[in-house]
Antibody, heavy 118, light 108 residues
Framework: QVQLQESGPGLVKPSETLSLTCIVS?????????WGWIRQPPGKGLEWIGS???????YLNPSLKSRVTMSVDTSKNQFSLKLTSVTDADTAVYYC???????????WGQGTMVTASS | SSELTQDPAVSVALGQTVRITCQGD??????TSWYQQKPGQAPVLVIY???NRPSGIPDRFSDSRSGNTVFLTITGAQAEDEADYYC???????????FGGGTKLTVL
């Protein structure tokens, strides 16, 4: 059974960089699929941040592209997100997901709340 | 347009059929997936591709399309179906993914 688990600080100061990691278990990320990040501000809807292939190829939400870096560590079977210059608007629950070929997110992590505050 | 539009709220009587809509020009060309999210929980995929259901999703969930609109239909809604529902597809460029704003379903 594929499982995803997000990890990272729950509090980030404005103007600093948000860093999250997603550990994948029950499936090797080098087997296939894209792996992605989705966020949800409190009381609001879902926003796709971007997705990465195990080879490192990415496709990113154009509204966040200038601030987002995604990477994969195949030796640890995990992938990561960095979001620079955070503001209050980046406060959200961040989910890591498996992005399957039909453009569907079929496996989700439990989500981690990140608050941008001084 | 690169947007996906959903009605903010819909209600249905217990056991009746409800359609939740997702509208957008890009839907003519790309698959749509649907997610159910209950309070405090991560979303769950309920429909993907051409009306496919993941394992464990009841067959009362189905989707269909007409032009630039996709419909998630729940036939015989149950109390446990009360949740927020989000559609997802590609934008008009085909290069990026996006979500609809979500529909809050109330089962009366």
């Amino acid at each position: 059974q594929v499982q995803l688990q997000e990890s990272g600080p729950g509090l980030v100061k404005p103007s600093e960089t948000l860093s999250l990691t997603c550990i994948v278990s029950g499936y090797s990320i080098t087997t296939g699929y894209y792996w992605g990040w989705i966020r949800q501000p409190p009381g609001k809807g879902l926003e796709w941040i971007g997705s990465i292939y195990h080879s490192g190829g990415t496709y990113l939400n154009p509204s966040l592209k200038s601030r987002v870096t995604m990477s994969v560590d195949t030796s640890k079977n995990q992938f990561s997100l960095k979001l620079t210059s955070v503001t209050d608007a980046d406060t959200a629950v961040y989910y890591c997901v498996r992005d399957e070929p039909n453009d569907a997110f079929d496996v989700w992590g439990q989500g981690t709340m990140v608050t941008a505050s001084s | 347009s690169s947007e996906l539009t959903q009605d903010p709220a819909v209600s249905v009587a217990l056991g009746q059929t409800v359609r939740i809509t997702c509208q957008g020009d890009s839907l003519r060309n790309y698959y749509t997936s649907w997610y159910q999210q209950k309070p405090g929980q991560a979303p769950v995929l309920v429909i993907y591709g051409r009306n496919n259901r993941p394992s464990g999703i009841p067959d009362r969930f189905s989707d269909s399309r007409s032009g630039n609109t996709v419909f998630l239909t729940i036939t015989g809604a149950q109390a446990e179906d009360e949740a927020d529902y989000y559609c997802n597809s590609r934008d008009s460029t085909g290069d990026h993914l996006l979500f609809g704003g979500g529909t809050k379903l109330t089962v009366l």
